[in-house]
């Protein structure tokens, strides 16, 4: 995890800052105010280079998450790059790793209802929210499916919902009930995504 240096430029710094408060004390007790100090600038540094702290927390997300970038590629590559079951496991293998290391910090929100609708408005306002990625699978076997790989009549956005759905429940029982709780990650992705290969293929 990066540590907030003078050195690196101040977009970096809040990042940085961002990170280290939104893995060790959660998104709920993550202000602006600590972010700025704990980056060593002032918050209104931070609100000329962020649009409020949800912006950082997707940013923290997409760039500080290592199986997001990975995820987000096998999410948006065109019908034919790979099998498509192959294509699948691989979503499932990502989808489960990224969610498993995004719950801890997002969880506290769903303590505080106020604090969730807050970070859900600010969420909206820059046109973000865990929807992205539901909508970029559902688009990816949309184009599967228009290019005659999936069964007709599949439903590509309930194919999505099935899919992530089953990589976000092996995250929340794996923080839950602990990892004896669920399958190793490298068995539950081919599982998963065979089965509803099975379905849709």
């Known amino acids: 995890m990066p540590t907030p240096t003078s050195s690196r430029p101040t977009p ?14 959660g998104l709920a007790n993550t202000t602006t105010k600590a972010i700025a100090r704990e980056a060593g600038c002032s918050e209104a540094a931070l609100y000329k280079h962020y649009a409020n702290k949800e912006e950082l927390f997707v940013r923290v997300l ?18 034919g790059e790979g099998g498509t079951l192959d294509a699948l496991t691989d979503i499932a293998l990502h989808a489960s790793l990224f969610y498993a290391e995004a719950m801890p910090m997002a969880a506290s929100l769903f303590a505080e209802p106020a604090l969730l609708t807050r970070h859900r408005e600010g969420v909206q306002r820059i046109g973000a929210g865990p ?35 089953a990589c976000f429940q092996r995250a929340f029982f ?21 089965t509803l290969w099975a379905a849709i293929g």
């Open 174 to 194: 794996l923080h839950f009930s602990g990892a004896e709780s669920v399958e190793p990650v490298e068995e539950f992705a081919p599982a998963v995504a065979r």
């Open 131 to 165: 929807h992205v990625v539901r909508d970029a699978l559902a688009g990816r076997l949309r184009r599967e499916l228009d290019a005659g790989r999936l069964r007709p009549g599949a439903d590509p956005g309930a194919a999505a919902a099935l899919l992530l759905g």
């Open 62 to 79: 997409m760039e500080r998450t290592a199986d997001a970038g990975p995820l987000m590629a096998a999410l948006t590559a065109e019908p």
């Open 12 to 25: 970096e710094r809040l990042l940085d800052a961002a990170e280290t408060l939104m893995r060790t004390v």
